[in-house]
Nanobody
């Protein structure tokens, strides 16, 4: 599975962005997909994840109520809708595939990663 994240950019605090994670590979729809973020000098941080069917979603406490993860398996794409953005949301955002959906909130539980897209939130 290969992943391509896009949609990052510069936005003012309080604004919104939608990230996309497009995947290649026929088995994309069988996997849990997660979003993580990372700032220089810090570990990659869990943001959100969605089960293969979209029936289950998971969020970090820091983004709960502001971010929404969704997927369109027909388009092999997962989305992360980010609202009410804060300067502390600034990071490179990565999407990743979790083949065996354990350790959903841990970066080490994921098997394939995209290249990342930069989100910058100005105050």
């Amino acid at each position: 599975v290969q992943l391509q994240a896009s949609g990052g950019g510069l936005v003012q605090a309080g604004g919104s962005l939608r990230l996309s994670c497009a995947a290649s590979g026929r088995t994309f729809s069988a996997y849990t997909i997660g979003w993580f973020r990372q700032v220089p000098g810090k570990e990659r941080e869990f943001v959100a994840a969605i089960s293969w069917s979209g029936g289950s979603t998971y969020y970090a406490d820091s983004v709960k109520g502001r971010f929404t993860i969704s997927r369109d398996n027909a388009k092999n794409t997962v989305y992360l809708e980010m609202n009410s953005l804060k300067p502390e949301d600034t990071a490179v955002y990565y999407c990743a595939v979790n083949i065996s959906p354990l350790r959903i909130e841990v970066a080490g539980g994921y098997d394939y990663w995209g290249q990342g897209t930069l989100v910058t939130v100005s105050s």
